[in-house]
């Protein structure tokens, strides 16, 4: 007897334009593909040396984000490109996306952000849909119930010239998550806790399905938080099934379906769950009552602690090194440890409600004097939301500093970058050595944490600030 | 992409767990529009000091790793990023292999459509190579097995279509597209939905 589907069997199954084989794997749809200006020039060039043409420009969507400057243009519309190449690179995004009629969503559009932020806030994403991006946090969309990965260029190149990859199918893992998360405690939280439970090459080879009470009670913003650092433990997707958040989300949105094709989707979409009986090729059992605020103390996101646990002893060379980078002790609290810049942004913790939550902690505090803290809203959108509510006020307030939408510090392209040795506690979703500057020293928390932090000039617990509040 | 059926040279060995791939290429690199020329920036970071000399002590930057064309490397290599920067910048460098005992998804895929090998051994054949820097390997691809200099081999695994690209030098694009009346009627059939 066979047993159920799984929820990505499902999606798989409607995608599968030709069956993997033996000897091929299957030629997969893929019904939106996000484009970026870093990991596609290379991919438009192979276009033109073959004479070819996008298939489905209209399932093909793109923006600009890394590279570019977070800084708003000078008054003569000049913008401060950390080089002339990364300038280049955004114009060859124009250049590209014009001659192959692509939507761009450029410095003239009102909707111009990380790509991973504008997909669902433009209701591009959506339930059951195949979606790729040079990029390996596209695994962010799959809190929409979407199979979503990160591809290479030539791949890019695939998708454009037909709209399909050849990819072989990837094995199931369920993560089941179950309990209530205790006050200052954020879904960042869980899914460092969940990359350090399983490691960060635990899901290699397999897509993670999120399940249980703890998902279903997360919101759609926590849920992309969670989905994002799918691939910091080694898995390509992250997938939650859509329920009746994720339709209210996605409701009135650009591109959501509208009128009777909004009733036909939501029965479609309503029906993309793994089965009662579905046979997972692994999984975990999480208890989320029992998390604490999370923060990491080496170089990569699995070598995380909390912020009431002392920092383990280096397993092996590797780990010692990285210690020694990170100027960390084994056996001491990261607590307390100082801190010069506070970095919130990024695919990861750029959303509405994290800039929110960051601005009601700040609120009637000031950032440390010998604090730096950038706050890069996800996308314009977010940015103009956020002023509406006065967010940025209460940023500038205490010393922070506004920018404007992209991927900014979280990789640090774009010139927005810490100095050699500096301390940055960061919002983002990758710690490795050198990623926010050379010899920078990253240490990944939510924006809870970045915020108390950012108030304490070293690493602090973010309760105390709360119960301070609420008392 | 050329066909790639043996490589046969010296190792260098990085034992370093989980590279990922801002230590392969940082980012501030990856503003390029180009396939070619990222071998200069190659573990940028790692390879040169501070005022921009080669780091001597950097097994990439010593006398003996000239010319090497097979990159052992700890486990979990290529995490992180989708960028095809990596695999460019290693080809571009002069390697044409990568050997570990785990090699992460997406670079592993980027590096194969590239024309460059990324083979998975077992823990104790890694091991064994990264106890012996500098040893003379020749990989054969069709036979997917790799002579060790005393005859002994280590057999590895390729998925089957990935090799057949490397050993013949397929092309992906041409591949799906000799499939475009699939694709129309896969199309159709959805839009008739
Ligand atoms: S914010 Fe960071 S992780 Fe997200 S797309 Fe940009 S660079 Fe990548």
């Given amino acids: 007897m066979s047993s159920g589907k799984t929820l990505l069997d499902k999606i798989w199954d409607a995608h599968v334009v030709r069956p993997e084989s033996e000897t091929t794997p299957a030629i997969l749809y893929i019904d939106l593909h996000l484009v970026h200006e870093v990991t596609s020039p290379q991919a438009f060039s192979e276009l033109r040396a073959r004479g070819l043409n996008v298939r489905r420009p209209e399932r093909t969507l793109s923006t600009f984000d890394h590279s570019t400057p977070t800084l708003p243009a000078d008054a003569k519309g000049q913008r401060a490109y950390v080089t002339a190449e990364a300038a280049s690179q955004v114009a060859q995004l124009e250049t590209n996306t014009k001659e192959f009629g692509v939507e761009l969503h450029g410095w003239d559009s009102a909707h111009r952000g990380i790509v991973h932020v504008?997909?669902?806030?433009?209701?591009?994403?959506?339930?059951?849909?195949?979606?790729?991006?040079?990029?390996?946090?596209?695994?962010?969309?799959?809190?929409?119930?979407?199979?979503?990965?990160?591809?290479?260029?030539?791949?890019?190149?695939?998708?454009?010239?037909?709209?399909?990859?050849?990819?072989?199918?990837?094995?199931?893992?369920?993560?089941?998550?179950?309990?209530?998360?205790?006050?200052?405690?954020?879904?960042?939280?869980?899914?460092?806790?969940?990359?350090?439970?399983?490691?960060?090459?635990?899901?290699t080879g397999y897509v993670l399905e999120y399940r249980g009470d703890t998902i279903d009670a997360l919101s759609m913003e926590e849920r992309m938080t969670v989905c994002n650092m799918s691939i910091e433990a080694g898995a390509r997707a992250g997938l939650?099934?859509?329920?009746?958040?994720?339709?209210?989300?996605?409701?009135?949105?650009?591109?959501?379906?509208?009128?009777?094709?909004?009733?036909?989707?939501?029965?479609?979409?309503?029906?993309?769950?793994?089965?009662?009986?579905?046979?997972?090729?692994?999984?975990?059992?999480?208890?989320?009552?029992?998390?604490?605020?999370?923060?990491?103390?080496?170089?990569?996101?699995?070598?995380?602690?909390?912020?009431?646990?002392?920092?383990?002893?280096?397993?092996?060379?590797?780990?010692?090194?990285?210690?020694?980078?990170?100027?960390?002790?084994?056996?001491?609290?990261?607590?307390?440890?100082?801190?010069?810049?506070?970095?919130?942004?990024?695919?990861?913790?750029?959303?509405?409600?994290?800039?929110?939550?960051?601005?009601?902690?700040?609120?009637?505090?000031?950032?440390a004097s010998r604090v730096r803290m950038l706050v890069v809203p996800g996308s314009e959108q977010i940015k103009r939301d956020a002023e509406k509510e006065g967010l940025h006020e209460t940023f500038r307030n205490a010393?922070?500093?506004?920018?404007?939408?992209?991927?900014?510090?979280?990789?640090?392209?774009?010139?927005?970058i810490g100095k050699p040795g500096q301390l940055v506690v960061s919002t983002s979703n990758r710690n490795f050595e050198g990623r926010q500057g050379p010899g920078v020293r990253t240490v990944l928390a939510s924006p809870l944490v970045a915020v108390a932090s950012a108030i304490a000039g070293q690493i602090a617990d973010p309760r105390e600030l709360m119960a301070e509040a609420a008392a | 992409m050329k066909p790639l059926t043996h490589i046969h040279s010296r190792t260098v060995?990085?034992?370093?767990?989980?590279?990922?791939?801002?230590?392969?290429?940082p980012a501030r690199f990856l503003t390029t529009t180009e396939r070619t020329g990222l071998g200069k920036s190659l573990f940028n970071d790692w390879r040169y000091r501070a005022d921009g000399t080669p780091d001597p002590d950097f097994a990439l930057n010593k006398p003996e790793a000239r010319g090497c064309e097979i990159l052992v490397a700890g486990r979990?290599?290529?995490?992180?990023?989708?960028?095809?920067?990596?695999?460019?910048?290693?080809?571009?460098?002069?390697?044409?292999?990568?050997?570990?005992?785990?090699?992460?998804?997406?670079?592993?895929?980027?590096?194969?459509?590239?024309?460059?090998?990324?083979?998975?051994?077992?823990?104790?054949?890694?091991?064994?190579?990264?106890?012996?820097?500098?040893?003379?390997?020749?990989?054969?691809?069709?036979?997917?097995?790799?002579?060790?200099?005393?005859?002994?081999?280590?057999?590895?695994?390729?998925?089957?279509?990935?090799?057949h690209c490397l050993l013949s030098g397929v092309d992906q694009l041409g591949f799906i597209m000799q499939n475009a009346s699939a694709i129309d009627a896969f199309e159709q059939k959805r839009e008739a939905a």
């Fill in chain 1, 118 to 203: 504008i997909g669902p806030e433009l209701g591009a994403t959506q339930p059951g849909m195949t979606i790729v991006c040079g990029d390996s946090h596209t695994s962010t969309h799959g809190a929409f119930g979407a199979l979503a990965f990160g591809i290479g260029t030539t791949e890019v190149g695939h998708v454009l010239a037909t709209q399909c990859l050849l990819q072989r199918k990837p094995k199931s893992f369920a993560i089941n998550v179950h309990g209530k998360l205790q006050p200052g405690v954020t879904a960042k939280d869980l899914v460092l806790h969940i990359i350090g439970t399983i490691g960060v090459n635990g899901g």
């Fill in chain 1, 399 to 416: 010393g922070a500093e506004w920018r404007e939408a992209g991927c900014s510090m979280c990789l640090g392209m774009n010139g927005d």
């Fill in chain 2, 76 to 163: 979990n290599f290529g995490c992180g990023s989708s960028r095809e920067h990596a695999p460019w910048a290693l080809l571009d460098f002069g390697i044409r292999a990568v050997l570990s005992s785990e090699i992460a998804d997406i670079f592993r895929g980027n590096a194969l459509k590239n024309g460059l090998l990324a083979v998975v051994l077992s823990e104790s054949e890694h091991a064994y190579l990264l106890a012996h820097p500098g040893i003379e390997l020749t990989i054969d691809v069709a036979g997917g097995f790799i002579e060790l200099p005393d005859g002994g081999r280590f057999t590895f695994e390729l998925e089957s279509f990935a090799r």
């Fill in chain 1, 240 to 367: 939650i099934a859509p329920d009746a958040k994720t339709f209210e989300y996605l409701k009135g949105r650009n591109r959501s379906p509208q009128g009777a094709a909004w009733d036909h989707a939501i029965a479609a979409w309503s029906a993309l769950k793994s089965d009662r009986d579905a046979h997972f090729d692994r999984d975990v059992n999480i208890d989320a009552s029992k998390i604490h605020p999370s923060i990491t103390y080496g170089t990569h996101p699995g070598m995380v602690t909390t912020l009431d646990a002392l920092v383990p002893a280096a397993a092996n060379a590797q780990e010692r090194r990285a210690l020694d980078y990170m100027q960390v002790q084994a056996g001491k609290s990261m607590l307390g440890t100082p801190v010069d810049i506070v970095f919130l942004g990024s695919c990861t913790n750029s959303r509405l409600s994290d800039l929110r939550a960051a601005a009601d902690l700040l609120r009637g505090h000031h950032v």
């Fill in chain 2, 13 to 25: 060995v990085l034992p370093h767990e989980n590279i990922d791939t801002d230590r392969i290429i």
